[in-house]
């Protein structure tokens, strides 16, 4: 299994990005997927999930300006940021896990680099 994270640059303070993570090599449809982020000096958290049925859940901070979605068709999850701050600055990791007779299978993508120009 492999994810490609991709979409993160620089923006400006109240900016807009979209991130992408395109999965390959598994059944996309079948696993949860997952946006983290870490910044410098800091531990990696979660910023958004979403469920194979499609719910979703947000990190406090992160509530009414991201939106997290996915096509299964295309294998893809998405991260939708709005009203970005500089302390969103950060890499970010795409992540899809699923348990399967009680094995855990958990990816990651390789990051993709936000920064948030003040």
């Known amino acids: 299994v492999q994810l490609q994270a991709s979409g993160g640059g620089l923006v400006q303070a109240g900016g807009s990005l979209r991130l992408s993570c395109a999965a390959s090599?598994?059944?996309?449809?079948?696993?949860?997927l997952g946006w983290y982020r870490q910044a410098p000096g800091k531990q990696r958290e979660l910023v958004a999930t979403?469920?194979?049925?499609?719910?979703?859940d947000y990190a406090d901070s992160e509530k009414g300006r991201f939106t997290i979605s996915r096509n299964n068709a295309e294998s893809t999850g998405y991260l939708q940021m709005n009203r970005l701050k500089p302390e969103d600055t950060a890499v970010y990791y795409c992540?899809?896990?699923?348990?399967?007779?009680?094995?855990?299978?958990?990816?990651w993508g390789q990051g993709t680099q936000v920064t948030v120009s003040s």
């Open positions: 979403i469920s194979t049925l499609g719910s979703t």
């Open positions: 992540n899809i896990r699923r348990v399967a007779f009680n094995v855990e299978y958990d990816y």
């Open positions: 090599g598994s059944t996309f449809s079948s696993f949860s």
